[in-house]
């Protein structure tokens, strides 16, 4: 039987057309998520044929803006996104993570775009030569009123002012999870007809749950309030289901999806190692957080909400605590209590 409730057999273009993003001041704003769309099929049939096509493995000698290896297909998936968005001429500049800096769009229709867009193309990269499920995360911003010559100032903008934010994961199926700031609906790929249909509207994660999903690796090297905290999630109590279920994939994508469909709770923190965590605020934990929260989750840093974080960084990391509200909010309270004193 198939789990979700479709109402229609709809294509995303539609559903947004008729229902989200009803009206026609929304037209730009469809067009980009089109643009964003389009790339993220060619994405997925990439990684589909990727030991095939010899684009498995590392790209020799290239490092990202966090100095980590970058894979073929980190590129490849780079390419197809920019290129999309810069033939779609919806959006006026992009922050990748493959990039340094902003890329500003010269074109005619870009140039005066109102959107910009913010995107990890290949989250969890270190994943591909495994065939285990990898995606792409993006925020939307709108173009900063009355200002014509963009800079990278323009991009610093909160989480809680995106105007959509969505992820795709390549796994089993190709999903393309998105919210427009009007709760969270995801369009599953149609590999026969090479197009997204609609799988499931309005999702709401579960308030509590019994999973939480962490590098237990690192347990030693994070906060004593955080390692209390997960030795409490492995205690036995019948009242509350402990001890609760680890999972976790190793891409933000696929654990976070676990998590909103089925509860739970996903954690990157600060550690010895990595004190200011390692996922980045702008195109990681924005838009997965915006997309929790309209969900009906929360997103913590462990002091505070992540949509309401000034960024001072295209690039910046941060901690992140995100899934069932209940399960965020208490381990939140294990961090603040102990690491604000
Ligand atoms: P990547 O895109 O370089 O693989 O890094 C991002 C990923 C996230 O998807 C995942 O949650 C995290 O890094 C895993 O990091 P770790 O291996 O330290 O647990």
Same mark, same amino acid.
């Given at each position: 039987?198939?789990?979700?409730?479709?109402?229609?057999?709809?294509?995303?273009?539609?559903?947004? %057309?008729?229902?989200?993003?009803?009206?026609?001041?929304?037209?730009? %704003?469809?067009?980009?998520?089109?643009?964003?769309?389009?790339?993220?099929?060619?994405?997925?049939?990439?990684?589909?044929?990727?030991?095939?096509?010899?684009?498995?493995?590392?790209?020799?000698?290239?490092?990202?803006?966090?100095?980590?290896?970058?894979?073929?297909?980190? %590129?490849?998936?780079?390419?197809?996104?920019?290129?999309?968005?810069?033939?779609?001429?919806?959006?006026?500049?992009?922050?990748?993570?493959?990039?340094?800096?902003?890329?500003?769009?010269?074109?005619?229709?870009?140039?005066?775009?109102?959107?910009?867009?913010?995107?990890?193309?290949?989250?969890?990269?270190?994943?591909?030569?495994?065939?285990?499920?990898?995606?792409?995360?993006?925020?939307?911003?709108?173009?900063?009123?009355?200002?014509?010559?963009?800079?990278?100032?323009?991009?610093?903008?909160?989480?809680?002012?995106?105007?959509?934010?969505?992820?795709?994961?390549?796994?089993?199926?190709?999903?393309?999870?998105?919210?427009?700031?009007?709760?969270?609906?995801?369009?599953?790929?149609?590999?026969?007809?090479?197009?997204?249909?609609?799988?499931?509207?309005?999702?709401?994660i579960p308030n509590k749950a019994r999973m939480y999903s962490v590098n237990q690796g690192n347990f030693f090297e994070f906060p004593l309030p955080l390692q209390e905290y997960i030795r409490w999630c492995e205690q036995n109590d019948q009242k509350t289901g402990r001890p609760y279920s680890l999972r976790y994939v190793g891409?933000?994508?696929?654990d976070l999806?676990r998590s909103l469909l089925k509860g739970g709770l996903f954690i990157y923190s600060?550690s010895?190692?990595?004190?200011?965590?390692?996922?980045?605020?702008?195109?990681?934990?924005?838009?997965?957080?915006?997309?929790?929260?309209?969900?009906?989750g929360l997103?913590t840093?462990g002091?505070?909400?992540?949509?309401?974080?000034?960024?001072?960084?295209?690039?910046?990391?941060?901690?992140?605590f995100i899934g069932s509200k209940e399960m965020v909010e208490l381990v939140t309270k294990y961090l603040r209590s102990k690491l604000?004193?």
């Amino acid at each position: 039987m198939y789990p979700f409730k479709v109402k229609e057999k709809l294509t995303a273009y539609q559903y947004l %057309l008729k229902d989200k993003l009803a009206g026609d001041k929304n037209r730009e %704003l469809i067009a980009l998520l089109k643009d964003l769309k389009l790339a993220g099929r060619q994405v997925s049939k990439e990684l589909n044929t990727g030991a095939l096509a010899g684009s498995l493995g590392d790209y020799t000698g290239s490092k990202n803006s966090h100095g980590e290896k970058v894979k073929k297909l980190d %590129l490849i998936a780079n390419n197809l996104f920019i290129k999309s968005l810069e033939n779609g001429g919806n959006c006026a500049g992009v922050v990748s993570e493959e990039n340094d800096k902003i890329l500003l769009f010269n074109n005619e229709n870009s140039k005066n775009a109102k959107y910009l867009v913010l995107i990890d193309p290949l989250d969890g990269s270190s994943n591909i030569d495994v065939n285990v499920p990898v995606g792409t995360i993006f925020s939307i911003l709108k173009r900063p009123r009355g200002v014509k010559k963009l800079s990278t100032k323009d991009f610093l903008q909160e989480g809680k002012k995106q105007v959509a934010a969505g992820y795709i994961i390549y796994g089993s199926s190709t999903i393309y999870v998105l919210t427009v700031g009007k709760g969270v609906d995801a369009f599953t790929l149609d590999p026969f007809v090479n197009e997204f249909y609609v799988s499931q509207t309005n999702i709401k994660i579960p308030n509590k749950a019994r999973m939480y999903s962490v590098n237990q690796g690192n347990f030693f090297e994070f906060p004593l309030p955080l390692q209390e905290y997960i030795r409490w999630c492995e205690q036995n109590d019948q009242k509350t289901g402990r001890p609760y279920s680890l999972r976790y994939v190793g891409s933000m994508v696929a654990d976070l999806h676990r998590s909103l469909l089925k509860g739970g709770l996903f954690i990157y923190s600060q550690s010895k190692n990595a004190p200011k965590g390692k996922l980045r605020l702008m195109y990681e934990c924005n838009p997965m957080a915006f997309i929790i929260e309209q969900a009906g989750g929360l997103a913590t840093n462990g002091k505070k909400n992540i949509l309401s974080i000034k960024p001072k960084s295209i690039h910046q990391i941060s901690p992140i605590f995100i899934g069932s509200k209940e399960m965020v909010e208490l381990v939140t309270k294990y961090l603040r209590s102990k690491l604000l004193n």
